[in-house]
């Protein structure tokens, strides 16, 4: 577990991205090789919270 996009892009295989909702309950918005994850996301809040537009 890391919110250092730069490391988990480096040493993980897998990542999974999660965000909370308004009550601040979490869920999962993405699974993937961490090497999809990071080039090609397939949803928008994964891109731009690895791009560093939010978060």
């Not at 730069?6 to 308004?22: G, I």
């Not at 309950?25 to 990071?38: C, D, M, N, P, S």
Request: glycine share 8%.
């Amino acid at each position: 577990v890391t919110h250092n996009m730069q490391q988990a892009a480096r040493v993980s295989d897998f990542t999974a991205f999660f965000n909370m909702d308004e009550d601040r309950a979490g869920y999962l918005v993405e699974f993937g090789e961490t090497r999809q994850i990071f080039t090609n996301p397939q949803d928008k809040r994964t891109e731009d919270y690895v791009t560093g537009r939010f978060g």
